[in-house]
């Protein structure tokens, strides 16, 4: 079963830069699309970036693009989101998510497996 956890979470000032990781146990990692989501007190969860399966084809939401980058080391079974330029509206509960396609979709309910979840806070 996929059993994913992040970590690389923490305290950063406006600016600073943070590398998120998510350690997957599963064996068939390189054929899952994989996710970042994030989710702020009180507000919904919502996606940020995925990439997809195999190849590495990469998505990002708006408010993200030319700061954030996620990348995979299937050979580790790890994903990655590289965060630059953090802004105080990142500060959020930052999930990693898996679904057993090569096509990652920016919906929460299409992913099966999710991680525990990592602290971002960036202060001002």
């Known amino acids: 079963q996929v059993q994913l956890v992040e970590s690389g979470g923490g305290l950063v000032q406006a600016g600073g830069s943070l590398r998120l990781s998510c350690a997957d146990s599963g064996r068939i990692f390189r054929n899952y699309a994989m996710g970042w989501f994030r989710q702020a007190p009180g507000k919904e969860r919502e996606f940020v970036a995925a990439i997809t399966g195999s190849v590495g084809s990469t998505y990002y939401t708006d408010s993200v693009k030319g700061r954030f980058t996620i990348s995979r080391d299937n050979a580790k079974n790890t994903v990655y989101l590289q965060m630059n330029s953090l802004k105080p509206e990142d500060t959020a509960v930052y999930f990693c998510?898996?679904?057993?396609?090569?096509?990652?979709?920016?919906?929460?309910?299409?992913?099966?497996?999710w991680g525990q979840g990592t602290q971002v806070t960036v202060s001002s």
């Open positions: 998510a898996a679904r057993l396609s090569f096509t990652p979709t920016t919906t929460t309910a299409d992913y099966p497996y």
